[in-house]
């Protein structure tokens, strides 16, 4: 049974950093691409960023670079480096893995999903 556990969620102002960790056990880590997902209230989720090991990060076009996705295999957690935060990035945000893609950007695109992380900043 794969299990993914997000943390590091919180309440930041405007213009604050936090680190989001993705812990997955129960799975071949090394196998799987892990991607980063969103949802705001009464918005669908979306794509923000994933990353596998043989080709890397790819990010949504929307973080303009504000977002550094990367993994440590030695601990099987992939990690969500979020910078200069805004209001609009309140969400809860959610981690999912899958054997079936390497870059994938579309939900269907992976198995496994975390129960997400509360990421709230005020202005």
């Known amino acids: 049974q794969v299990q993914l556990v997000e943390s590091g969620g919180g309440l930041v102002e405007a213009g604050d950093s936090l680190r989001l960790s993705c812990a997955i056990s129960?799975?071949?880590?090394?196998?799987?691409?892990v991607g980063w997902f969103r949802q705001a209230p009464g918005k669908e989720r979306v794509f923000l960023a994933t990353i596998h090991k043989s080709r890397g990060p790819y990010y949504a076009d929307s973080l303009k670079g504000r977002f550094t996705i990367s993994r440590d295999n030695a601990k099987n957690t992939v990690y969500l480096q979020m910078n200069s935060l805004k209001p609009e990035d309140t969400a809860v945000y959610h981690c999912?893995?899958?054997?079936?893609?390497?870059?994938?950007?579309?939900?269907?695109?992976?198995?496994?999903w975390g129960q997400g992380t509360q990421v709230t900043v005020s202005s």
């Open positions: 999912a893995a899958g054997a079936r893609t390497q870059w994938g950007s579309s939900d269907s695109d992976y198995d496994y």
């Open positions: 129960g799975g071949r880590f090394s196998n799987y691409a």
